[in-house]
């Protein structure tokens, strides 16, 4: 709601919206729809009401799925336009425009249980001819892992199935065999496409669960809505370009295609000299929160258990949060405190054997 009304604010100085406590107090009202089932994702009813479509089960599984934090904020801008007062626009370019040029969906997770030298197709779903896709594969098999392919269409999985050879993209990011947690970019991918994952010849239990991330990554959309749509002359500027948001939770990818991490969708992300780590996510420029994706390297810690590295790890934190300040804004970091660690060790795709990685939530408070 609020990366809608800026929009507008920004498009029109001098508007103001203000949140109200009753339904009383308000000039209009928002309510949230999980899926219409008809050909709108958005409605505005006059200039007191408007309804924004959260997700479908129009994708080639029948499964519900989110839309992008993007897309539902398009819908909502473009709503908000007709409870201003204006009507749909012939320029495609406009938030106005009346047709989903390109609906998004947002991360998708799927979860199967698969048993020894079965296969499962996910297929994706997208408005584009050609796109890209983050996706992230894992097993809760300790031992066994699977193959991951991301192919053209299900035709390669009956193809599998019936013993013959199949296709899949070539490209870095779109394959990966002998895994128990992988993840990466797969980019030149048509409609149709999926993702192919069969498993090995052994389990360690008779079934075994897989979990499978995908995720368009984001581009320009814009929103459709009811062409019974009541708008009034008012004179408002319309906002052309859409917010660049993602999804509730997003998912990245790094790179080197070594590891991927899902994170809340509206933060920020780091992974250049303003990062000390591998990659650096935070709630805001002013942040009172951050999460580190760090790699301390093998050999300084050889020998050290996986606590030892962790209390070494906090206490380098810990010293660069006193000693930090973000000058621009004032800021300055004290009372860091760890929410939360994860530790991954990979093997097998790194360039240097195994390395450690220790992903953990910085909870920073501010004073100015």
């Known amino acids: 709601m609020d990366l809608s009304t800026t929009v507008w604010e920004t498009a029109n100085p001098g508007l103001e919206f203000i949140e109200v406590n009753s339904p009383q107090q308000a000039d209009f009202q928002v309510f949230w729809v999980k899926e219409f089932g008809v050909e709108h994702v958005g409605y505005a009813f006059g200039s007191w009401f408007i309804e924004v479509g959260l997700g479908d089960s129009n994708c080639g599984n029948g499964m519900w799925q989110p839309y992008s934090e993007k897309y539902v904020s398009d819908i909502m801008t473009h709503e908000i336009g007709h409870v201003l007062g204006l009507g749909h626009d012939n320029d495609p370019n406009s938030i106005m425009y009346p047709i989903a040029l ?30 890209t896709f983050n996706w992230h594969v894992s097993t809760d098999d300790p031992t066994y892992g699977f193959d991951v392919y991301f192919v053209p269409s299900i035709d390669e999985f009956n193809k599998w199935a019936a013993g013959e050879s199949f296709s899949y993209f070539q490209s870095n990011g ?8 992988v993840g990466g970019t797969c980019e030149g991918v048509p409609k149709n496409s999926g993702l192919l994952v069969i498993m ?24 459709i809505s009811d062409p019974s749509d009541s708008t009034k002359s008012t004179p408002t500027s319309d906002p052309t370009s859409s917010i660049d948001v993602t999804n509730t939770f997003s998912l990245y990818v790094d790179p080197q295609q070594q590891f991927s991490i899902k994170y809340p969708s509206n933060w920020l992300v780091f992974n250049d000299e303003s990062c000390p780590n591998e990659v650096c996510f935070s709630d805001s420029h002013n942040w009172t929160a951050q999460l580190f994706v760090t790699d301390y390297g093998e050999q300084e810690y050889v020998g050290s258990t996986d606590s030892e590295i962790l209390d070494t790890i906090v206490t380098f ?10 000058n621009e804004a004032g800021y300055s970091c004290y009372d860091f405190d760890l929410a939360v660690t994860r530790s991954i060790n990979l093997d097998g795709g790194a360039p240097t054997g195994e390395r450690i990685f220790i ?7 501010l004073q100015e």
């Open 102 to 131: 390109n609906w998004e969906y947002g991360n998708v997770e799927t979860n199967k249980t698969l048993t020894s030298n079965y296969g499962y197709f996910q297929p994706i779903c997208t408005s584009k001819d050609l796109t």
């Open 174 to 181: 779109c394959s990966a065999v002998s895994m128990l947690s």
């Open 200 to 223: 090995g010849d052994a389990t360690t239990q008779p079934l075994t669960e897989i979990t499978l991330n995908t995720q368009e990554t984001t581009s320009q959309s814009n929103v």
């Open 317 to 326: 934190e810990r010293e660069y949060c006193n000693d930090a300040t973000v």
């Open 359 to 365: 992903v953990h939530d910085s909870m920073i408070q």
